[in-house]
């Protein structure tokens, strides 16, 4: 089990900044997420020098993929920070909402505190729980990255069309679909890790009558669906079988 909390834990650090392409525009984000994320995979082995040792890789890796992004040498922090400097009636409205909630939340923490903090340790140190997180996000975001590189070419095709009705109908069809995408992999990795392939069909059926590519998009709209689609269903049904696996039960 430490392998595969290592061995998915590490995985996502890598892959989930990747499948948001943060390395380009943000690329100390990357590097950072790497970080932390791997230290919650490697935190329970933390007295053993392999888990060190294989987070000093997973970093690495995700500085190099910064550094190519980046050939000239490592950009600049240049950190911004923006506050949404607000004021009237409406801005103390919010400022009060936003106390409230924080209020609420501060309470419950408190009145729960003997009953989540016990549940909530036994969850961080879970190494099962650690497995199919990471592999929910390898699955989410990594595929995501996955669908990116297979419709790359049809996508290209697209944009080199001439402008058209029907070019502006496929861009505005690929521009609508990274959200759905997200939330596709996510619900078709949660079937299939908890070994209901069924469910994971009516997701794919769901898709298909609220999504699915008319005439007005053109047939490149339509390849772009399919590879999209297909890609998706791959990563998740491969991180699926691999979580269950690794966790020693049937893969489907």
Not at 5 to 17: D, H, Q, T
Not at 165 to 194: H, Q
Request: charged share 15%; proline share 5%; aromatic share 8%.
């Amino acid at each position: 089990m430490e392998t595969a909390r290592l061995s998915f834990g590490l995985a996502a650090a890598v892959l989930i900044p990747l499948g948001l392409a943060w390395q380009g525009p943000r690329p100390w984000r990357t590097v950072v997420f790497t970080l932390a994320y791997g230290l919650y995979a490697a935190a329970p082995y933390a007295r053993e020098g392999r888990a060190w040792l294989a987070l000093g890789v997973a970093v690495l890796v995700s500085l190099g993929c910064v550094l190519w992004k980046h050939p000239a040498g490592m950009p600049q922090l240049g950190v911004t920070v923006t506050l949404p400097l607000m004021a009237g009636r409406l801005a103390r409205t919010r400022r009060a909402s936003v106390g409230v909630l924080v209020a609420a939340v501060a309470l419950t923490v408190w009145s729960a505190g003997t009953t989540v903090a016990p549940l909530s340790k036994d969850l961080f140190l879970s190494d099962r729980a650690a497995v199919f997180l990471s592999a929910a996000l390898i699955s989410v975001f990594g595929g995501g990255a996955l669908a990116k590189a297979a419709t790359g070419p049809v996508r290209q095709e697209i944009l080199a069309l001439p402008d058209s009705r029907e070019r502006r109908a496929a861009v505005e069809f690929m521009s609508a679909g990274r959200a759905i995408g997200l939330l596709e992999r996510g619900l078709l990795f949660t079937f299939l890790a908890a070994g209901r392939p069924e469910a994971a069909a009516l997701v794919l059926a769901a898709k298909s009558l609220a999504r699915v590519p008319t005439n007005d998009h053109g047939k490149h709209a339509s390849e772009y669906f399919l590879i999209g689609t297909l890609a998706s269903v791959i990563a998740s049904l491969a991180m699926g079988m691999a979580a269950r696996s690794a966790v020693g039960l049937p893969v489907l």
